[in-house]
């Protein structure tokens, strides 16, 4: 069945760019049919969608985040990818990825990101 | 954006009790674009419920969906010990906005 494992470092400072990875195993992100998302919760908070990626590159963002998103696929390496600019406090969150643009099935474990100088 | 409003913000029960969830959008949901998640501390949302009534793979036939438009309603016909857990509801018709989560707690 299909998993999804996120990547990236824990700890990034204020004002630089988060960047996550997100490797899908059991099934190819090119075989189409679905939108491969990422989405954030803030500790003890809920959940916040932040955009999603079809494997021909097409992308939706998150209004409120997307002066700062960029998501990008890798289909040779089967992954996909989360950039976001600028980063704040404010966006210490778990992060996510997932497949599916709306009833979204399977998640990955998640990964915390720590905003910190 | 369409906002999602979850009730009650906790519910305490017991093992055995019906658990009733409310999800309540600020505009109409199209195509009851409307899911339901459930996740316990330190793990992903589970996909429970899609298209509002129709239950994922896998997910027991004690939870069911229900609504449309700008009301919907996750219930859990009788709570085993398992299911205590935060339960958001999601929708999908516009880009993706979640409800705020319900808490359903051992009383």
């Known amino acids: 069945q299909v998993q999804l494992q996120e990547s990236g470092p824990g700890l990034v400072k204020p004002s630089q760019t988060l960047s996550l990875t997100c490797t899908v195993s059991?099934?190819?992100?090119?075989?189409?049919?679905?939108?491969w998302s990422w989405i954030r919760q803030h500790p003890g908070k809920g959940l916040e969608w932040i955009g999603y990626?079809?494997?021909?590159?097409?992308?939706y963002y998150n209004p409120s985040l997307k002066s700062r998103v960029t998501i990008s696929v890798d289909t040779s390496k089967n992954q996909f990818s989360l950039k976001l600019s600028s980063v704040t406090a404010a966006d210490t969150a778990v992060y996510y990825c997932?497949?599916?643009?709306?009833?979204?099935?399977?998640w990955g474990q998640g990964t915390l990101v720590t905003v910190s100088s | 954006e369409i906002v999602l409003t979850q009730s009650p913000g906790t519910l305490s029960l017991s093992p055995g009790e019906r658990a009733t969830l409310s999800c309540r959008a600020s505009?109409?949901?199209?195509?009851?674009?409307l899911a339901w998640y459930q996740q316990k501390p330190g793990q992903a949302p589970r996909l429970l419920i899609y298209?509002?009534?129709s239950r994922a793979t896998g997910i027991p036939d004690r939870f069911s969906g229900s609504g449309s438009g700008t009301d919907f309603t996750l219930t859990i016909s009788r709570l085993e010990p398992e299911d205590f857990a935060v339960y958001y509801c999601?929708?999908?018709?516009?880009?993706?906005?979640f409800g705020g989560g319900t808490k359903v707690e051992i009383k």
């Open positions: 997932a497949r599916g643009q709306g009833a979204t099935w399977p």
């Open positions: 059991g099934g190819s992100i090119s075989s189409g049919g679905y939108y």
């Open positions: 505009q109409s949901v199209s195509s009851s674009y």
């Open positions: 990626i079809y494997y021909s590159g097409s992308t």
């Open positions: 298209g509002a009534s």
């Open positions: 999601q929708q999908y018709g516009s880009f993706l906005t």
